[in-house]
């Protein structure tokens, strides 16, 4: 299974943008898919998840201000985030578990400037 997240980028505290990840393979739907960050000299951490159910889970710090969902048609998982905040600044990863699989996109970079 292959990964391939897009939709980051730089944006002013305040504002949006909506990552994608898109992955490979037949197991998507059956899949639990989550987005982690990654800032500088930080451990990665969960940001936002969705099970194959569609149950949603967030961090407290994205609370109200992020929504995860998926379109299992395409085998794409999204990440809305607005009211961007500065310290949302990291590199963003998306990854899919089943089974056996727990497998990694390559990452997106969100810079929210002040």
């Known amino acids: 299974v292959q990964l391939q997240a897009s939709g980051g980028g730089l944006v002013q505290a305040g504002g949006s943008l909506r990552l994608s990840c898109a992955a490979s393979g037949r197991i998507f739907s059956r899949s639990a898919v989550g987005w982690y960050r990654q800032a500088p000299e930080k451990q990665r951490e969960l940001v936002a998840s969705?099970?194959?159910?569609?149950?949603?889970n967030y961090a407290d710090a994205v609370k109200g201000r992020f929504a995860i969902s998926r379109d299992n048609s395409k085998n794409t998982v999204y990440l809305q985030m607005n009211s961007l905040k500065v310290e949302d600044t990291a590199v963003y990863y998306c990854?899919?578990?089943?089974?056996?699989?727990?497998?990694w996109g390559q990452g997106t970079q969100v810079t929210v400037s002040s």
């Open positions: 990854n899919l578990r089943f089974g056996p699989y727990d497998n």
């Open positions: 969705i099970a194959s159910g569609g149950n949603t």
